[in-house]
Nanobody
């Protein structure tokens, strides 16, 4: 499966963005999905995950209550709605797919999108 992340950009603190991750090549419903983020010099950080059917989600503590992960399997797309953005949310955001159960560990994911940059100004 090929993943294409989009929707990043520059936003002021307190603002919102919605990231999209479009899949091609295979049906997205085959995979649990995750969003990760990374800043230069740091390891890739778990943000959120969602099960194949969308019935199970989990979030990093740093984004809980502000970010929402969702999916539309008919559109082969996963979303990350980000509200109340903070400067510390600035990072390249990646979507990823796994054939196993989605987890917080990047090592468990088999396929990665190219990343989309989110910059939050103070």
């Amino acid at each position: 499966v090929q993943l294409q992340a989009s929707g990043g950009g520059l936003v002021q603190a307190g603002g919102s963005l919605r990231l999209s991750c479009a899949a091609s090549g295979r049906t997205l419903s085959t995979y649990d999905m995750g969003w990760f983020r990374q800043v230069p010099g740091k390891e890739r950080e778990f943000v959120a995950r969602i099960s194949r059917g969308g019935g199970s989600t989990s979030y990093a503590d740093s984004v809980k209550g502000r970010f929402t992960i969702s999916r539309d399997n008919a559109k082969n797309t996963v979303y990350l709605r980000m509200n109340s953005l903070k400067p510390e949310d600035t990072a390249v955001y990646y979507c990823a797919a796994t054939t196993t159960s989605a987890s917080w560990s990047a090592m468990m994911y088999d396929y990665w999108g190219q990343g989309t940059l989110v910059t939050v100004s103070s």
